[in-house]
């Protein structure tokens, strides 16, 4: 199965999906992975840190990801 994983202000049409899509019911997530990737880049690691598990933040910091 492929699931979809809801965005806040892209609504999904459920009934619409293709057999074996599904919708993922889970929390949404306040900010996009492009918004993290753009403020590590950008040298905001502060605040890239707050959106992220510390182990997460910790391996991307210490391979060097989203320089």
């Known amino acids: 199965a492929v699931f979809v994983y809801p965005r806040t202000g ?3 049409d459920e009934a619409a999906l293709p057999p074996g899509v599904r919708l993922l019911r ?3 997530f306040p900010t996009s992975s492009t918004a ?4 590590l880049h950008s040298g905001h690691d502060a605040e890239a840190a707050e959106w992220l598990p510390p182990r997460v933040y910790q391996e991307i910091k210490e391979k060097g ?3």
Not at 36 to 39: E, G, H, K, V, Y
């Open 26 to 28: 889970a929390p949404l």
């Open 10 to 12: 892209y609504p999904v």
């Open 36 to 39: 993290i990737r753009q403020a």
């Open 65 to 67: 990801y989203y320089r």
